[in-house]
């Protein structure tokens, strides 16, 4: 089965806190990773793709660890304009149903 | 580049109607693959279609149904509609039919709502 999992939610952090969101996936036969990111009642959109070395934009930070079918999003300095959703996405290759959503981590940054 | 569009933005159907929801693929792009996103859940994949022909399927019943056209844009019908199909309907293009290696762009949705 191909199954994605992540943090249930919500979370609520002040601004300028750092949080951290983590995401399983169930096969490890994967490609490639991503985290998007959905504001209320729009659609995802891309916020960075996940590289086996752990990449960085910003103050996003994203890691991948294949040993343990794990990835997770590092978000320093909160602001308020992070709050959204931000789903976990692994791509297990192959065609149409194999680009694979986790359920969504809910993100509120508090004034 | 044009990007992916939805059409309408905006439904709202009775119980056991059929609705037909519309994709416009981004230019160059042959793929289109359809999601449903449930409140408070993430997308489920639907189906997607390759050159006209459907290109694998997810766990939804034959009354979801759909088409793509020449120009590679893509409709996804709903028959006999269930309170249940209440959803953000997600359309996403790509050239071929994996996922891109930087993954989806998604079109604005269609969010449906069945009373």
């Known amino acids: 089965r191909k199954e994605v999992e992540q943090d249930p939610g919500p979370f609520n952090v002040p601004e300028g806190a750092t949080v951290a969101f983590n995401c399983t996936y169930s096969?490890?036969?994967?490609?490639?990773f991503f985290w998007y990111r959905q504001d209320c009642r729009k659609e995802p959109k891309l916020l960075m793709s996940?590289?086996?070395s752990g990449n960085e934009d910003g103050r996003f930070t994203a890691q991948l660890n294949r040993a343990s079918q794990y990835i997770s999003l590092l978000i320093r300095d909160s602001k308020l304009s992070d709050s959204a959703t931000y789903l976990c996405?692994?791509?297990?290759?192959?065609?149409?149903?194999?680009?694979?959503f986790g359920p969504g981590t809910r993100l509120s940054v508090l004034p | 580049e044009t990007g992916v569009t939805q059409s309408p933005t905006h439904l709202i159907k009775t119980r056991g109607q059929q609705v037909t929801l519309r994709c416009s693929s981004q230019?160059?792009?042959?793929?289109v693959s359809w999601y449903q996103q449930a409140l408070g859940q993430g997308p489920q994949f639907i189906f997607q279609y390759y050159r006209e022909e459907e290109n694998g399927r997810g766990n939804f019943p034959p009354r979801f149904s759909g088409l793509q056209f020449p120009n590679y844009s893509s409709e996804l019908n709903v028959n006999a509609l269930e309170l249940d199909d209440s959803a953000l309907y997600l359309c996403a293009s790509s050239l071929g039919q994996g996922a891109r290696a930087n993954g989806y762009t998604f079109g604005s949705g269609t969010r449906l709502t069945v009373v």
């Open positions: 996940v590289y086996s």
């Open positions: 096969n490890s036969a994967s490609q490639s």
């Open positions: 996405v692994v791509n297990f290759g192959g065609y149409g149903q194999n680009f694979v």
């Open positions: 230019s160059g792009h042959n793929t």
